[in-house]
């Protein structure tokens, strides 16, 4: 008996540290398996939010193609509203899924952005089932379109700790005006491709 009271601190102190091994090994598998898991959730949401923008810039681009066969966009491309619906039906059915998508994944800061450029979109398919035909008021609608977009993507950056983006407008360089005009540059001299926007403003 005086053998085993002898020995029992030791055998107190393996169990405890038996104890405190499991309880380190423990916490340390609950943390590895919540930053798994939240590493998961944010490649899900990046690709809900990447989803949602490339099904929307499918309906943005074909706006500035009808835009430009109505004489308000320079894009290279002009596309007649009537061979145009189906295409913009099409693309408006399609983003469907990734916005549901995003309602189910997207924080609130980030929907929010998404409606709001969404809205600025559906503006710019309304000026045109119109027939609408002024190049400034159209000019006034792409503005806003980009301010959505740029707002949308600020917003994901931040609900997904990405560092700071390219605001994807430059300037390029132009070649000098014609002789015979003053100098001046010719009106919009200084617009360059928008990268964002298929080529186009």
């Known amino acids: 008996m005086s053998t ?3 020995q029992l601190p030791a055998l ?16 340390g598998e609950q943390v590895r398996f919540r930053q798994e898991r939240a590493t998961r959730w ?12 490339r099904s929307l810039k499918q309906s943005v681009t074909l706006t500035y193609r009808v835009a430009s066969h109505l004489g308000n966009d320079p894009h290279p491309h002009p596309l007649s509203p009537e061979e145009a619906a189906p295409l913009m039906a099409e ?39 119109a027939g609408t035909r002024d190049p400034q008021a159209w000019q006034a609608l792409l503005d806003r379109q980009r301010a959505g977009r740029d707002a949308y993507y600020v917003a994901v950056r931040e609900d997904l700790a990405l560092p700071p983006g ?7 360089p132009m070649p000098p005006p014609p002789l015979g005009d003053g100098g001046r540059p010719n009106p919009g001299a200084g617009d360059r491709p928008d990268p964002g926007d298929s080529g186009q403003r």
């Open 42 to 53: 944010k490649e899900r949401r990046l690709t809900v939010y990447a989803d949602w923008a």
């Open 166 to 172: 390219h605001a994807a407008r430059w300037q390029l």
């Open 4 to 6: 085993f009271i002898q």
């Open 12 to 27: 107190l102190g393996v169990v405890i540290g038996a104890l405190g091994s499991y309880l380190v090994v423990m916490r």
């Open 91 to 129: 693309a408006t059915v399609a983003r469907d899924p990734s916005g549901e998508a995003l309602l189910l994944l997207g924080s609130p800061e980030v929907v929010e952005k998404a409606r709001a450029w969404v809205v600025t979109v559906m503006t710019m398919e309304e000026f045109l089932r």
